[in-house]
């Protein structure tokens, strides 16, 4: 008698055990891990979860959309882009814990492509030539980076000094250019060191 009960109360436990496991997969099978791999030019999303069903379509298809966006985006960061990701998965009742972003220039390293425009970069940069940026904040004397200018919008110069949080860039055409009446130089200015986007590592 007493064996029989053991038997039940194991049967019990057993079924206790089972549903409580069911119940965690439930409750986690909507967890997501997201990785963004790009180069800048082409972009990919892939994801997987606990019990490794596949994600709705519509989610990966939004989420890549929403990724060429971002990487095209001088605006756009790492976080900004983990955000965005996280965001859409919420839509679909997700919860995406791990978001990483896998590009040439490493994990969670955000590159951005770029077209130089005028020719203040000459004879490094060419008009119309394309570049790829790395969005950092880690820049020093001598680098090339894209920067926000009040008037211009973004620009592309020489970092050559570095003061009190503010970056002096300098073009790297030094020439005078005469058009009729107009005379043009490359363009040198103070900005805060925030207006500086990144640090161009592809030309």
Request: no cysteine; glycine share 4%.
């Amino acid at each position: 008698m007493r064996s029989r009960i053991f038997l039940v109360i194991g049967a019990i436990i057993i079924l206790v055990a089972v549903a409580s496991a069911v119940f965690y997969v439930s409750e986690q099978s909507h967890e997501v891990s997201i990785t963004i791999k790009t180069n800048g030019t082409d972009s990919t999303v892939q994801t997987s979860s606990l019990i490794f069903i596949p994600v709705p379509n519509e989610m990966l298809a939004e989420m890549r959309d929403k990724v060429e966006i971002d990487v095209k985006s001088d605006t756009s960061t790492v976080n900004s882009v983990k955000a965005d990701m996280q965001a859409i998965a919420v839509e679909y009742n997700y919860t995406a814990e791990e978001v990483k972003i896998d590009s040439q220039f490493g994990v969670d390293q955000l590159p951005m492509p770029a077209t130089v425009s005028g020719t203040s970069m000459v004879p490094t940069l060419k008009d119309g030539q394309s570049i790829m940026v790395l969005k950092t904040t880690d820049f020093k004397v001598g680098d090339i980076v894209v920067a926000r200018h009040p008037t211009y919008n973004l620009i592309v110069k020489r970092v050559a000094e570095i003061n009190d949080g503010q970056v002096y860039l300098k073009s790297d055409n030094r020439e005078v250019i005469v058009t009729g009446n107009t005379i043009l130089k490359g363009l040198d200015t103070w900005l805060p060191k925030e207006n500086v986007i990144g640090v161009v590592k592809v030309y």
